[in-house]
């Protein structure tokens, strides 16, 4: 219990340090996949037959795995998901001092709820994942059977079906496909486990001795890989081009130059400059050198989706990105003042929660 709980508290702190890296899937989103699961060797227990083949163990052969899921993205990193899965494996060996001759097949199937939280580590092709999960399954024994083959030992033959509580952690790799929005590619890693030990009706030959008994794996651990599908069922449409906007000159004529304004629009959740952004900040810092300019101001906007806290910190790292760029432009830090506004003040009202492209902005205005 001790180690569980130390390993759900590093979780957590992990889940805290890599939060500005999220790559949120925001809304609801169906998964396939299909692959391979290689159960470790299962020790047998036989009720009331301690004795029987000292730490007899079964050994099984690589099966198939089949999982599908239907889940939901917050937009900020973490989604939750409830899965149906389906494992068969043939058994390999009954492992005990002598040679035995064995055949059967197990099963196991159930549902279990997830948690799973996606980063960004840089690259927009690939999205690493990890997560938790625990539900119900069920195991079933088909006609198990392992008898030496001296036929001079013991010998079991059980069938039977039993459920019981589940948990399991994994990790993946999403790999967006760039003509297709809302669908990527995914390979994972997970390490599942049905907990207690089930025990199926069976009968013991132990000499010339037959019992009627119930034999059942102690353990139960099992290593899969999946290769899947996963897609977005409203995936956020591509941003607008961008493009500066100028306001009009007053037509007073002895009146001071109008304000002059550019526009640089981010991606959704991301606060780095494009290449057409940092040509739109480029043109903003050599207006500056040919007109009167007082003061230079930097606002940041978001759009109305995610929370009101992170949309606030989110427009204030847009500011400071186009601020960086103009310095970097030849423009004086001490010209420059940064304001973050968050989801105030947008160009296009929406609803709360709604990814509008014209209100992730950087308002340049020059004074």
């Given at each position: 219990?001790?180690?569980r709980?130390?390993?759900?508290?590093?979780?957590?702190?992990?889940c805290?340090a890599?939060?500005?890296l999220a790559?949120p899937?925001?809304?609801p989103y169906?998964?396939?996949?299909?692959?391979v699961?290689q159960?470790q060797?299962e020790?047998?227990?036989?009720s009331?037959?301690?004795a029987?083949v000292?730490d007899?163990r079964?050994r099984?052969?690589?099966?198939p795995?089949?999982?599908g899921?239907?889940?939901?993205?917050?937009g900020?990193?973490?989604r939750?998901e409830i899965?149906g899965d389906?494992?068969?494996n043939?058994?390999?060996s009954w492992?005990?001092p002598?040679?035995?001759?064995v055949?059967g097949h197990?099963n196991n199937?159930?549902?279990l709820?997830?948690v799973?939280?996606d980063?960004?580590?840089?690259a927009?092709w690939?999205?690493?994942y990890f997560?938790a999960?625990?539900?119900?399954s069920?195991t079933s024994?088909?006609q198990?059977?392992?008898?030496p083959?001296?036929?001079?030992?013991?010998?079991f033959?059980?069938s039977?079906?039993?459920?019981?509580?589940?948990?399991?952690?994994?990790f993946?790799?999403?790999?967006?496909v760039?003509?297709?929005?809302?669908?990527?590619?995914t390979?994972?890693?997970?390490f599942?486990?049905?907990?207690?030990?089930p025990?199926?009706?069976?009968?013991?030959?132990?000499g010339n001795?037959?019992?009627?008994?119930?034999?059942?794996?102690t353990t139960?651990?099992n290593?899969t890989g999946?290769?899947?599908?996963?897609?977005?069922?409203?995936?956020?449409p591509p941003?607008?081009?961008?493009?500066?906007v100028?306001a009009?000159?007053?037509?007073?004529a002895?009146?001071?130059?109008?304000?002059?304004?550019?526009?640089v629009?981010?991606d959704?959740d991301?606060?780095?400059?494009?290449?057409r952004?940092?040509?739109?900040?480029?043109e903003?810092?050599q207006?500056?050198?040919h007109?009167?300019?007082?003061r230079?101001?930097v606002?940041g906007y978001?759009?109305l989706s995610?929370?009101?806290?992170?949309?606030?910190a989110?427009?204030?790292?847009?500011a400071?990105s186009v601020?960086a760029?103009?310095?970097?432009?030849g423009?004086?830090q001490?010209e420059i003042?940064i304001?973050?506004f968050g989801e105030?003040?947008?160009l296009?009202?929406?609803?709360k929660g709604?990814?509008?492209p014209?209100?992730?902005?950087v308002e340049?205005?020059l004074?």
């Amino acid at each position: 219990m001790k180690a569980r709980n130390t390993l759900a508290a590093a979780l957590l702190g992990v889940c805290a340090a890599a939060a500005a890296l999220a790559q949120p899937v925001s809304g609801p989103y169906i998964s396939l996949g299909g692959g391979v699961n290689q159960p470790q060797d299962e020790k047998l227990n036989v009720s009331g037959q301690p004795a029987f083949v000292p730490d007899s163990r079964l050994r099984f052969d690589v099966g198939p795995v089949g999982s599908g899921a239907v889940g939901y993205g917050f937009g900020n990193g973490f989604r939750v998901e409830i899965e149906g899965d389906w494992r068969q494996n043939d058994v390999q060996s009954w492992v005990n001092p002598l040679p035995a001759y064995v055949h059967g097949h197990s099963n196991n199937y159930g549902a279990l709820a997830n948690v799973i939280f996606d980063m960004d580590v840089g690259a927009s092709w690939i999205y690493p994942y990890f997560g938790a999960g625990a539900g119900y399954s069920r195991t079933s024994w088909n006609q198990i059977y392992g008898e030496p083959n001296c036929y001079c030992g013991s010998a079991f033959t059980a069938s039977g079906e039993q459920g019981h509580f589940a948990y399991q952690g994994l990790f993946g790799l999403s790999f967006p496909v760039a003509y297709l929005p809302g669908l990527s590619l995914t390979a994972e890693y997970r390490f599942f486990s049905a907990t207690g030990s089930p025990t199926f009706p069976a009968y013991t030959a132990v000499g010339n001795t037959i019992t009627a008994t119930r034999i059942g794996p102690t353990t139960d651990f099992n290593h899969t890989g999946l290769i899947g599908l996963r897609y977005e069922l409203f995936p956020p449409p591509p941003p607008p081009p961008e493009a500066p906007v100028s306001a009009p000159a007053p037509a007073a004529a002895p009146a001071p130059e109008a304000a002059r304004t550019y526009l640089v629009f981010f991606d959704w959740d991301r606060a780095d400059l494009s290449a057409r952004a940092r040509q739109i900040v480029a043109e903003a810092a050599q207006a500056s050198t040919h007109v009167q300019t007082t003061r230079i101001e930097v606002n940041g906007y978001t759009d109305l989706s995610g929370s009101t806290a992170y949309n606030q910190a989110l427009s204030v790292r847009r500011a400071q990105s186009v601020e960086a760029e103009l310095v970097r432009d030849g423009v004086a830090q001490s010209e420059i003042g940064i304001h973050g506004f968050g989801e105030s003040n947008p160009l296009v009202p929406t609803a709360k929660g709604v990814r509008e492209p014209q209100n992730r902005r950087v308002e340049i205005v020059l004074k």
